[in-house]
């Protein structure tokens, strides 16, 4: 069984920075970030192989944000410049089977999410 902690988001400004982490128990072969606002889909962000191999981004965060991953298989999520459409409820998802993909459907292990929200 995978479990999944999410922390580090908050509020900011237009053009701020934030990086999100989330700790990863259990045995995880791709991982990714996902975010939804309110009135829309969950809609992947960026997705990692645990180990790494492959990364993924969404083309509306591509250059401003970074997915990373440690030895502890801790996954990071680096966001700059921050947008106020950037504002959402961001959550970490794990797979066993499915590498570097952004869709949520792929996904079977979901933390608990965590706020960001972008003030302009």
């Known amino acids: 069984q995978v479990q999944l902690v999410e922390s580090g988001g908050g509020s900011v400004q237009t053009g701020g920075s934030l990086r999100l982490s989330c700790a990863a128990s259990?045995?995880?072969?791709?991982m990714g970030w996902f975010r939804q606002a309110p009135g829309k889909e969950r809609e992947g962000v960026a997705a990692?192989?645990?180990?790494?191999?492959?990364t993924v981004y969404a083309d509306s965060v591509k250059g401003r944000f970074t997915i990373s991953q440690d030895n502890t298989k801790t996954l990071y999520l680096q966001m700059n410049s921050l947008k106020p459409e950037d504002t959402a409820l961001y959550y970490c998802?794990?797979?066993?089977?499915?590498?570097?993909?952004?869709?949520?459907?792929?996904?079977?292990?979901w933390g608990q999410g965590t706020q960001v929200t972008v003030s302009s």
């Open positions: 998802a794990a797979d066993n089977s499915v590498a570097c993909n952004l869709s949520p459907h792929n996904y079977n292990y």
């Open positions: 259990g045995y995880t072969y791709s």
């Open positions: 990692i192989k645990t180990g790494g191999g492959c």
